[in-house]
């Protein structure tokens, strides 16, 4: 039976469980970090001595953790790209905008826990020499900024912060920054611009890797609130144990948002893999599939800008058959595995974690129509495909969802998302676009019918308002 | 109206200078707590902000204008901000928006931030606030309200007459 797997929020929701650092050591807060800055440097056979900073990156590499923020990279390769020989400073960053719509998930985490990601935080720091590390939290996050501060005032007290952590002469300080309600400020290289007191315009890939020319031009690592969490307990059980969990290649357990049709909606930590799309939306122990009489109509698999599946979609999959061999399968879209590289083989991704789940009474016009109005409303500008394409598409779902569409709109937005897609500085340009190009091609018929029937009823009204292209 | 910061908050933004090795990567936190002093961002405080930075005015000003929670005028004393991305689009937040607009005599089909003329209430759309699951949800100020209806927010209205 699918169920939950508590281990990031194993405590969160538990009667009396506070977000103080008393309670947090009462659970076993702090241990891990007490053990791993306890460790010794290993020698291995061939005699050569390795450091136990090292171990633990190591030990991240073993655990298979994949970023949790949306891309799903490994983190332990990510690490391993730190520019550790420039001589400059290494920053960490742990991104805590949480902006993609659809995903709650690191706000559980910042507002209940807030301990867990600190001491994710201060692990990831000692294993990658960071001396100073920020948490940038988004704006419309006072509350969980004050409790950040609070907790990172408690772990300073307790000597797990500041100078001289826990007598090692390791020094670290951590301090919040928080964004001003920019959507942008979740990419990475939008984020560090805000961090650096500017506009959070991303730059440009090549040259422009945090790993190596970062904040303030230095090598950063940026990572996601859940992630920096995990490496806790990869601590904790050890990589291998972690690896355990999930299924290969996609491993550990993963904090999913549920959201939009269903009875119940909510934060399901599962094992990543162990869960399918079907069983998040219908099972008793998710979200109970839909309100009565309703049917499943599409789902938003990984935060908005993810592409959308079609209720009845089948994919073809690689599976091991039961002599031992790969074939290839249909897998219905309720069927796959809620993981990265399921939802990938499926056109799609699992980006932030987020699912939004959309029943027959909805209009995928009107759907599409908010998502791309989020999307002109944070394009930062500057890109002309993206800030005038996002614009454009926006523009043209209103019209059709206000009774001024044609029936050309389908194509004219496919055709503006292509020219978008692959044109631009960040990946907010496929973040517009994707679902502008899934949307309409998965229910064509229903843009076309929509503005057809709108074209009839104004040729009918006598009037050639509204036809015009632009 | 003269611009004054009060030496206690200068205090605090002078240790918040001490977070960064560049003193400009403060400019947001700056900007954050004049503007929760003041109520918005005049050009007194971009000035005195790229002043206490060692910034050009305009380092701070295109900082206020990208950034959309800062303001550059004052706005209600309760500001309204219901979330109209999908999700809570979806459970209602069109109903709840223009329930609170209806309910304090603002204008239904008007776009963007609406104050109305008491200086009581602003009430907008924003964007998602990463609580999708109990959508609709509505920031008043600083307070965080969950699945709210027609008549939470009247409740919502309520408390805020209190104060
Ligand atoms: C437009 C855009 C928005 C993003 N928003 C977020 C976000 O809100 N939170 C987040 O953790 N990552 C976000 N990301 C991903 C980050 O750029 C980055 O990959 C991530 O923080 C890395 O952390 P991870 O490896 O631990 O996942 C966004 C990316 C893009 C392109
Ligand atoms: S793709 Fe869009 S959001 Fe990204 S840099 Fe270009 S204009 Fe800005
Ligand atoms: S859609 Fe409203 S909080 Fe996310």
Redesign the pocket.
């Known amino acids: 039976m699918p169920q939950e797997h508590r281990l990031i929020l194993r405590h969160t929701d538990a009667p009396g469980y506070a977000p103080d650092i008393e309670c947090y050591q009462r659970h076993g807060g702090y241990e891990a970090l007490r053990k791993a800055l306890a460790s010794s440097p290993k020698e291995l056979p061939d005699g050569k001595k390795i450091s136990p900073q090292e171990q633990l990156r190591e030990d991240v590499k073993l655990s298979g953790l994949?970023?949790?923020?949306?891309?799903?990279?490994s983190?332990g390769i990510?690490w391993s790209l730190v520019d550790r020989r420039s001589g400059k400073p290494i920053y960490l960053i742990c991104?805590?905008?949480?902006?993609?719509p659809g995903?709650f998930k690191?706000r559980q985490i910042l507002y209940k826990d807030p301990h867990q990601l600190i001491e994710g935080m201060i692990l990831s720091c000692w294993a990658n020499d960071v001396r100073l590390a920020y948490i940038y939290i988004?704006g419309e996050f006072p509350a969980g900024a004050k409790i950040l501060n609070g907790a990172l005032k408690e772990a300073r007290a307790k000597g797990f912060l500041g100078k001289n952590i826990l007598g090692t002469g390791y020094d670290l300080e951590i301090y919040v920054h928080r964004g001003a309600g920019a959507?942008?400020?979740?990419?990475?290289?939008?984020?560090i611009e805000s961090l650096e007191g500017k506009r959070a315009y991303?730059r440009i890939k090549p040259p422009y890797f945090p790993a190596v020319l970062g904040l303030y031009m230095c090598p950063t690592i940026?990572?996601?609130?859940?992630?920096?969490c995990a490496v806790k307990h990869i601590v904790t059980m050890g990589g291998a144990e972690f690896a355990r969990l999930g299924t290969p290649n996609n491993t550990g357990t993963r904090i999913v948002s549920l959201s939009g049709d269903v009875k119940r909606p909510g934060y399901y930590e599962v094992e990543v893999g162990k869960a399918s799309v079907g069983e998040l939306i219908f099972h008793e122990n998710f979200g109970q599939g839909l309100r009565e009489g309703r049917q499943l109509k599409a789902v938003i698999p990984g935060g908005s800008?993810s592409k959308v599946l079609k209720a009845g979609e089948k994919f073809k999959m690689k599976r091991k058959s039961a002599e031992g061999q790969m074939v290839t399968v249909d897998v219905d879209l309720l069927d796959l595995p809620y993981d990265f590289d399921s939802l990938q083989a499926a056109g799609t991704m699992s980006g932030?974690g987020a699912i939004i789940v959309l029943d027959d009474t909805r209009s995928m016009v009107d759907a599409l129509g908010n998502v791309s109005e989020f999307y002109a409303h944070e394009s930062c500008g500057q890109c002309t495909p993206c800030r005038e394409g996002s614009l454009w598409m926006s523009k043209a779902l209103d019209r059709l969802s206000h009774g001024q569409g044609r029936k050309a709109d389908a194509d004219y937005l496919l055709h503006i998302a292509q020219n978008i897609q692959g044109r631009t500085i960040?990946?907010?340009g496929?973040?517009c676009a994707w679902p502008v190009l899934s949307f309409v091609r998965k229910f064509k018929d229903e843009f076309e019918a929509r503005g057809a029937e709108q074209e009839a009823r104004r040729a009918s009204a006598g009037t050639t308002e509204g036809t015009s292209t632009h | 109206m003269s611009f004054e910061v009060p030496s206690e908050l200068e205090a605090e933004l002078d240790e918040l200078t001490t977070h960064y090795p560049h003193k400009r990567s403060a400019s947001l936190m700056f900007l954050h707590a004049l503007q929760e002093h003041f109520g918005f961002i005049s050009s007194e405080a971009e000035e005195w902000t790229a002043s206490k930075l060692g910034l050009q005015p305009i380092n701070v000003h295109e900082l206020v204008t990208f950034y959309p929670m800062f303001r550059q005028e004052p706005l209600g004393r309760h500001q309204i901000k219901v979330c109209r991305t999908l999700s809570c689009a979806l459970a209602g937040a069109k109903v709840v928006r223009d329930a609170f607009c209806h309910k304090v005599g603002l204008d239904l089909h008007k776009h963007g931030p609406q104050t109305t003329p008491d200086g009581l209430y602003t009430v907008e759309f924003v964007e998602c606030l990463a609580s999708c699951g109990t959508g609709p949800v509505v920031m008043v100020n600083e307070a965080f309200h969950e699945h709210v209806t027609v008549e939470k927010a009247e409740q919502i209205l309520a408390g805020c007459r209190g104060n």
């Open positions: 994949r970023g949790r923020g949306g891309a799903g990279f983190c990510k991104n805590a905008d949480e902006s993609e995903t690191d988004r959507y942008i400020c979740g990419e990475e290289t939008g984020l991303p940026v990572n996601n609130v859940e992630t920096l800008s932030s960040c990946a907010f496929e973040a």
